[in-house]
């Protein structure tokens, strides 16, 4: 069947300020709404759009569910926070698409960006990956712990700002905890951040240096965000200090 | 002298509709927009908004305008394109800000992220970022070239996603090459994609294998996107295929 189509869209942290206007059109376009419930539940309801709801973890199943919609003649669009490819749904439709009927490949499928956690929470603390930085799931679901651990160390003898997601959760205690001693094994004083909920009415942001930051204060809402050794506070009269890593660097790293 | 603002607005890849309601509002109420003379010509001419342009690689005097501007009471749009976090503005302002006077401290200034051009690209590809990344800027007017290859050699061992930012102009003709070289030494197959002006009616997508990609396919408007050792691609008929990265990872990195 023909005219069937899939938009995979950012929607952004949370704050209806950051959806861009491609991505809004794209969900106002769609006769199927597919995403985590969190996500969908963001949006109003519509009259003639049908919403599908799932639970986390099950993005795969997701993804097959909206090709084959898409597939049925469908206006589809799948949503995540923040944007759709980093570290969300945009990889699990691939796959699925790879493994999947051959006649999915012939479909209209597009993804719409997003404002990325670490974005927001930049724009929230000045300018904090003002120099090299990376971004690292620290998930250990789908890839070994000791990859993980291995891109830790990598980024930090490499002296990027580090951009944690997934940082912990009820399953994945521990993760945060043994990333952040090994920081503070390396620099103590290394400035870290935990970004949590920006753009939305429970956003809550705390700057300490690495050996006063305790995994607890982090939740499957944050972002945690650790400084290079060039990353600096500004200070301000009665409101947090900036953050910033300046362009600027002079020795060779590590 | 009060009233005066400064916000540091990320207009995104180029796109109009990519450009967040919070950004547009923004640029609206502003009295002054500062930027490179490009990003402040994407902008309508408004009654009662003053424009000042300038040149490419003058960010500290121009970040130091905007300053002074917003301390005489002016509401400061200073725009960028993408993200203004991300080898942009904003830590050009900070810098400013930190060695400026002592009332630029108290004024109200706020980032509004925006679409970075790696998300932008992405989105277009697929989910080439669908694992671990990292963003590097090639350019070496403000840090060692030996820092830039120590950083591309970890995020290469590491396998990381590699984004590289500024990866070509005429003062730097041959660094893009150099970077090149050193991914098709340890593998040839690498994807490279090559993503110009992603967004603008010239946009132009490249994709492939590192030995067979050029730097001169790349220009000032470019991103150049080196695949991990994971990223694949996905045939389609009659279509670019897709460029993902799948989100499992088996191995051990390096």
Chains 1, 2 share one sequence.
Not at 27 to 54: C, K, N
Not at 56 to 68: F, G, K, P, Q
Not at 162 to 184: D, F
């Amino acid at each position: 069947m023909s005219g069937g189509r899939l938009t995979i869209v950012g929607l952004g942290p949370g704050d209806p300020d950051w959806i861009t206007p491609a991505a809004r059109a794209a969900v106002e376009d769609a006769t199927d709404i597919v995403g985590y419930a969190p996500y969908v539940a963001r949006l109003p309801e519509r009259d003639g759009q049908t919403r599908h709801a799932s639970d986390n973890r099950v993005e795969l199943d997701r993804a097959r569910h909206a090709l084959a919609l898409a597939a049925a003649g469908r206006r589809v669009a799948v949503v995540s926070g923040g944007d759709p490819g980093v570290f969300a749904m945009a990889a699990a439709i691939m796959e699925a698409l790879e493994d999947g009927e051959a006649a999915w490949r012939a479909l209209d499928i597009r993804v719409e960006p997003g404002i990325t956690a670490m974005l927001a929470a930049a724009a929230r603390l000045g300018a904090p990956l003002g120099g090299d930085f990376c971004a690292i799931s620290l998930s250990d679901n789908l890839k070994p712990w000791e990859v993980i651990l291995a891109r830790l160390d990598a980024a930090l003898a490499a002296d990027f700002v580090i951009c944690l997601y997934n940082p912990i959760s009820k399953a994945r205690p521990w993760q945060l905890g043994a990333a952040l001693e090994r920081v503070a094994a390396r620099d103590p004083q290394r400035p870290v951040i935990i970004a949590r909920a920006v753009g939305r009415p429970d956003e809550r942001i705390a700057i300490a240096p690495a050996c006063e930051t305790r995994a607890e204060e982090a939740d499957m809402a944050s972002l945690v965000m650790i400084g290079a050794s060039t990353t600096r506070l500004v200070a301000r009269d009665g409101a947090r200090p900036f953050v910033y890593t300046p362009r600027k660097v002079s020795g060779a790293a590590g």
